[in-house]
Structures are given as structure tokens and as C-alpha cells.
């Protein structure tokens, strides 16, 4: 198997992966705020999120940004609290504010550090280490963007079909991101 194609099933497998459960949380987090019918957002959103944790994942594979694994492990459940408690505000909920993709930019910027932890182990002593980053990021999109696909339909089913208020959908994944993710700060608190 060439290196494109391995690389590109390395970063597919580790987002879908429990061992990425924290970024597979704050994903859906990210998106239980929105209504089946405003999908492009929710997307958009998304996209911020992908843009922000490439974008650190590149720059410290070239060695630029360098932070503490265990401070990185601690702020990730940080950015789901902080995006949960925000869904619940007005201003969180409003579906039509441009807040929620700078605020899922930013926080991809903390994500895209823990990618590239796991990145930097599964490279060590490879000497293809420029030539597979290309490929472990999309395979990590293609993993994000599988995830992304399998909530939309369930809001579908469960917003269209079965009548489920978008605020009960809401209280729902955000409150049980809140408490797995306090849970995850509790385990990973660095200090």
C-alpha cells in the first residue's frame, strides 16, 4: 500500500476512533444547536472547525507552535464546556449568528494541537513525514465529514419525523456533552 493511501486510512481511522471520542464530542456539540433545514450552517460551522485544527496541525508539524501534550489533552473538553454552556444561551441558539464558526475556528485551533500529538507519535522515526501529512488530514476530514453526514440524518429523522423540538435535541447533546466532557477535565487536569 503506497504511502498516500496508508496515511489517508490513518487519519480516517483515528477520528472515527474512540480514542478521538473527545473530538467526535465536541463535533456534535458544535452541531446540536442547529435545525435539520439550516444544514449549509451547520456545515459552515463545521468547515471553521476543520479550518482551525488544519491550520495548527500544520503549523506545528513545521515545528512552530509547540504546547504542553497535557495542557492540549486538558483545553480540548475545555472548548466542549464552553460550547455546550453556549448553546444554551440565546446567543447561542441563534442559528443565523456568525459567533459559533469563529468560536468553533478557535477552538479547532486547541483540536488541531491534539491531532498533531498524535501525529508527531505516529511519525516518529518516519522519514515521510511532510509526505504523509497531506493524507492524515483528509482522512481525518473524511472520518469528520462521515460524522457530520450520520448526525445530519439522525436530526432529520428525529426533527422532521418524530417532531423533537430543536431545543429538546439541543438540551440533550449539550448537557451530555457538558458532563462527559467535565468528566474528561477532571481526568486530564494538568495542574
Request: with cysteine; proline share 2%.
Amino acid at each position: 500500500m503506497n504511502t498516500f493511501s496508508t496515511y489517508l486510512r490513518l487519519g480516517y481511522e483515528h477520528i472515527t476512533n474512540l480514542s478521538a471520542a473527545d473530538h467526535l464530542l465536541f463535533i456534535v456539540v458544535l452541531m446540536a444547536v442547529y435545525q435539520s433545514k439550516n444544514w449549509l450552517k451547520l456545515v459552515l460551522a463545521v468547515s471553521f472547525f476543520t479550518l482551525g485544527h488544519s491550520l495548527t496541525l500544520t503549523l506545528s508539524t513545521l515545528d512552530l507552535i509547540t504546547i504542553s501534550t497535557s495542557l492540549i489533552e486538558f483545553l480540548i473538553p475545555v472548548t466542549i464546556l464552553f460550547t455546550a454552556l453556549y448553546n444554551l444561551t440565546k446567543a447561542g441558539q441563534n442559528q443565523n449568528s456568525k459567533t459559533k464558526y469563529w468560536i468553533a475556528g478557535a477552538f479547532g485551533l486547541i483540536h488541531g494541537l491534539g491531532f498533531a500529538n498524535y501525529y508527531d507519535m505516529l511519525m516518529l522515526g518516519d522519514s515521510s513525514y511532510w509526505e504523509a501529512l497531506l493524507p492524515f488530514n483528509l482522512g481525518v476530514e473524511l472520518g469528520q465529514l462521515l460524522i457530520v453526514l450520520v448526525f445530519l440524518l439522525l436530526m432529520i429523522v428525529f426533527q422532521r419525523i418524530l417532531n423533537v423540538k430543536t431545543i429538546s435535541w439541543n438540551l440533550f447533546f449539550s448537557g451530555v456533552g457538558f458532563g462527559l466532557a467535565l468528566q474528561m477535565c477532571y481526568l486530564a487536569w494538568p495542574f
